[in-house]
């Protein structure tokens, strides 16, 4: 990454699992691929193996935590996103949307702090 550059997604959600494997240990976090260019037939036996556009890039099954990724800057959540946030809300999920791995790291740790009280 050149100096001054707003680091990908792919760059801050890479960051903050390996900060959360190194913090959390012991509390599995696993990423869902639904990004990604993928040609149309990988797209099409993707989507018929229950791929769905908008699920959230990270799941802490053992918290019901779902994690959206974005950038720090510009990166914007989209109308598929947003019915995904909507639904697991409705649910009772805990959904956060992180504009970079510095927000996901100090939403873990509000998190765990409400946890313990």
Known sequence: MVKNEIPTEHEEQRAFVKWFRQHCKGVRIIAIPNGGARSISTAARLKAEGVSAGVP?????????????????????????????????????????????????????????????
């Open 57 to 117: 890039d990270l799941f802490i099954p053992e918290w019901n935590v779902w994690i959206e990724m974005k950038r720090k800057k510009g990166g914007v959540v989209s109308p598929e996103q947003t019915d995904w946030i909507a639904y697991l809300r409705s649910i009772g999920y805990l959904v956060l949307v992180c504009k970079g791995a510095e927000v996901a790291k100090q939403h873990i740790l509000e998190f765990c702090n409400e946890e313990q009280e």
